[in-house]
């Protein structure tokens, strides 16, 4: 799955120059305290460049951040310090040698694991790697926004002072799988010779109810604490996308 990002993580922080992760990781240390206060320790799957790592860092926690792609964790280690580090490995399959109060996976990452022996697995080492009581938060994206709205073509134009980027994203439904396999078309241009890079790539998405993941916690020593609007905190609807959960360790 991680392997889709191998081009990709070169234009990965461009892409998502106006994702607000400061925002998104206050939202997070919101749920940490009213849940678990005293947490200092944080894994995060899926880490990607490490942005909400890094802030997570900034706050006081130390963090070590799970990641499969070379090409960005090769961005991420560029931050790293006493309370920042990084480790390759896959998320269904990493191992640790301490015991975290928090474990995260943010930005849909729990979404590509499209096959339930991945999913359980990765459940089952979130639980391996938390502490008595430990959280697991992470968000998904939401069954029945996904079957109500359905996905449709997207094309999204961004540039900096390097290069311009035009992605289309291009869906395809697998209804009785739950998945929705979004296929990318990204053109790279640069600005200072015109030169032109052209990829494509396929990122299979997994979409949730809620009954799938009270299953999922339940059979792999997990309860449910709180499942809302990831951020703003409204009630999942049919036009909620994405879902934020708290898990805690049994």
């Given at each position: 799955m991680i392997e889709n990002f191998k081009l990709y993580s070169q234009y990965y922080n461009l892409l998502y120059y106006d994702k607000d992760y400061p925002a998104e990781a206050a939202y997070i240390i919101e749920l940490i305290q009213e849940y678990f206060p005293n947490a200092q320790n944080i894994i995060e799957l899926g880490c990607g460049t490490g942005k909400h790592a890094s802030v997570f860092a900034e706050?006081?926690?130390?963090?070590?951040?799970?990641?499969?792609?070379?090409?960005?964790?090769?961005?991420?280690?560029?931050?790293?310090?006493?309370?920042?580090?990084?480790?390759?490995?896959?998320?269904?399959?990493?191992?640790?040698?301490?015991?975290?109060?928090?474990?995260?996976?943010?930005?849909?990452?729990?979404?590509?694991?499209t096959d339930n022996s991945s999913l359980i697995r990765t459940f089952q080492l979130v639980h391996e790697s938390l502490c008595d009581g430990g959280l697991f938060i992470f968000d998904v994206w939401h069954t029945?926004?996904?079957?109500?709205?359905?996905?449709?073509?997207?094309?999204?134009?961004?540039?900096?002072?390097?290069?311009?980027?035009?992605?289309?994203?291009?869906?395809?439904?697998?209804?009785?799988?739950?998945?929705?396999?979004?296929?990318?078309?990204?053109?790279?241009?640069?600005?200072?010779?015109?030169?032109?890079?052209?990829?494509?790539?396929?990122?299979p998405m997994r979409h949730f109810c809620k009954n799938?993941?009270?299953?999922?916690?339940?059979?792999?020593?997990?309860?449910?604490?709180?499942?809302?609007?990831?951020?703003?905190?409204?009630?999942?609807?049919?036009?909620?996308?994405?879902?934020?959960y708290v898990l805690k360790k049994n």
């Open positions: 706050n006081g926690f130390s963090v070590l951040g799970i990641e499969l792609s070379e090409d960005m964790l090769n961005i991420a280690r560029q931050n790293e310090n006493t309370r920042l580090r990084f480790q390759k490995a896959n998320i269904s399959n990493f191992k640790v040698d301490q015991k975290f109060e928090i474990a995260l996976s943010l930005f849909h990452v729990i979404s590509y694991l029945p926004a996904v079957v109500s709205q359905v996905p449709e073509e997207r094309i999204k134009k961004l540039s900096n002072d390097q290069i311009q980027i035009i992605r289309r994203a291009t869906p395809s439904i697998f209804s009785e799988e739950n998945i929705v396999e979004v296929n990318y078309d990204i053109e790279v241009s640069s600005l200072k010779d015109q030169t032109q890079l052209s990829f494509k790539e396929i990122h799938e993941i009270d299953l999922l916690a339940y059979s792999t020593g997990f309860e449910i604490l709180k499942s809302e609007e990831f951020l703003t905190k409204n009630v999942p609807s049919n036009l909620t996308w994405g879902v934020a």
